[in-house]
């Protein structure tokens, strides 16, 4: 085969940007430790979730020191808690399932951003390091009032934060 | 030296079929795109913010299954026919797959336009990825078969054109433009099965009430597994024109035939096993398979840097043998008045644009930032909603007098056509990007929100949402001054002077192409051994996790029935009171 030269200089160049990305992103992932979402989580009965111990009551739980869990539910159109209160500074782990179609569950502007697959569990484990608010969207399209799905995540200062019982 | 329609007149009648279905279905979606800017940036509101889903849903299908693939289909018949110097083997027979597609289409679009109609129980805002359990009519996904069945049909054709004339010219190598046209063909075949299973195995049954529940992960699995490969099939047309006609416009040849099929061999091997970059975000596949479909994806730049450089360097050797010099000053020497020329470049220029967001997108932790934002559709708009749809209208100058015998109705009308949606792209695009950047997701009607608001770091939302309404209404504006061009030009006078209907040899022909790259047995048994590798093991995984029906669930028929809605809304209420 004929290869004119400039050819071949494009095709190491080409190879070489190739090869570049997938360093990049390898290090992003594994150096610096950038979590995706897996399939760590059991599957479970979009149907059932009242029988469920961790979903019959959508809620932020307390684990460890500076630990907390976060069991969220997303339905048409909304999510459960609302909204969700967690401390700055603290290592917060999302449970996100659906009750019904599938969802996102999308904290605007950060990359704490997942599906919701019915029938799947999403983990993501987050450390907030300042106080403040942020908004949370569903971004896949879930239905006629899918515009209206949202909910808020406050993050309060770690000293004034604090769970309320039975918060829904 | 002839026109194409002095040739084949017969196969010219069904190309020209099929550009009209595409260009209706043109006219359909880019009306129902500007309804859609509008009503995102809240500028005009005509339709109820629950309509929006079906006008969505309309304008996805619309566009890139309707508009892309009838032109397509127009394309791949031309070049066939053109490259073997022979009609179709059965007029029938092409008529009749152009007859199952268009009806495919009709039965489709009957419950996504029922949807506008509260009175018909029947609808399909399902959009056009129609994740379960969203549950269509069933007719929306009998109507995406019959269409798809088309396509394989249409393929069958041109693989007997090619098998008829192989028996006359044993010793010959297959045609450049029918080499691309076979190995696109092989990859959608491979590419179709995942919606094919998909919709035949589940959706149908279960929107038939056949069965109870499906797998949502799954069907989406499914569903992608076809959803990156239908992208190629979309680009593929466009890259055939820009190897075949473009360096001709240019006043040249191709550069290089090997190369040219080197690309489409790769094209067909990596276009599969990448689907699940589309599932970046999904629960329930692990992040190995997330990394191997991230890999192979940076693998499948390569064929389309490749193309930059042969279509560039073709380009050029025209620009040089219309008397163009110096480093850059040979651009001068292009022929810039032509809108096909004009057109295909300016494409290909947005196309490196759309390339360098889509290497963002493929990697998998900027991917968590952007996805489902309105990032994403300010990519695809610069790749299948530029590179693809602009090289067809720019084609469509050429191919249209072609196949009618008909001058263009006007050359300057059309010229300004293709820089008006250069330019309202750009503006479209450029704000979606930044938009996404924002978290303002895509597919929703109103992303203004109660609770908060999105802050822009430069500039503001505001000015944002004016550039997608100015942009939209650049495009629809274009859109309407192309279909104006195309039907003056059905009712023109015959004309004589008319270019003749020739691709010139490349530069370096196929005798420097190995002969193992016509070898289209070999590549298709590598490409499914690629598939099979790619995703044996994911999908084993999910159907082992959650069971070929899922863990349960109900279906949710999205129909617009006021009882319904009423309902939900007041459950809604109710729950903000506990
Ligand atoms: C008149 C020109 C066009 C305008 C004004 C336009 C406008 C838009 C807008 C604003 C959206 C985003 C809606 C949302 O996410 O809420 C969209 C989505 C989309 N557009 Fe276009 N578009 C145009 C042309 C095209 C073309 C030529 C194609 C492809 C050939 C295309 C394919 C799509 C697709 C596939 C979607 C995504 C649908 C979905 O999310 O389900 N568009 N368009
Ligand atoms: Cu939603
Ligand atoms: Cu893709």
New binding site residues.
Partial sequence: MNIHTYEKLWLVGAMLLIVGFIATVTYGAVGVGVTMIDDSEETIDPTQLDEDERFSEPRVEQVGENEYDVYVVARQFMFQPDPIEVPAGSDVTFYVTSADVIHSFSVAGTNVNTMVIPGEVSTMTVEFDEPGEYGIVCNE?CGSGHHAMEAMLIVQPEDEFELEEGEN | MSAYIDDFPEEAAVIRAAFWSSFVA?AI??FF??I??LH?TDIVRIFDSTD?YTI??A??VF??IT??IFFLVGVFTWAVTTSLDRGVESLRFTWSWYLLMSLGTVFTAIPILAGFVDSIDMSADV???FYAPLQAHPLFYIGLTMFVIGTWLAGADWFRSWWAWKSENPSERIPLPTFMVLTTMIMWYIATLGIAVSILAFLLPWSLGLVETVNPLLTRTLFWYFGHPVVYF?LMPAYLMWYTLLPKFAGGRLFSDPLARVVFVLFLLLSTPVGIHHQYLDPGISEGFKFIAMTNTMFLLLPSLLTAFTVVASIEHGARQRGGEGYFAWLGALPWREPAFTGMALAGLMFAAGGFSGMINAGMNINYLIHNT?WV?GH??LT???A??LTFMAGAYWLMPQVTGKPLASKPIALFQTVLWFV?MTF?SNA?HRAGLLGIP????EPQYEGFEFQAAVGSVAELDAQ?AI??TL??V??VLFLWNMLITSFNRPTETLPSNVIPEPLSGSDDSPAVLDNLKLWTLIAIVLVVLAYSLPLASIVDRGGLFGPGGDAFPVRLSPTLVAQLLVDTVQEGLR
């Fill in positions: 399209y | 043109l979606g880019a795109g500007l859609q800017t995102r929006y969505l849903t304008h996805g566009m890139v508009f892309t959009l056009f990825t979309w309105l559709p695809f708009h299948v909603g530029t693809v749809a309202g479209m979606m895509r597919r929703t009607a997608v942009g939209g495009l629809f274009s859109a």
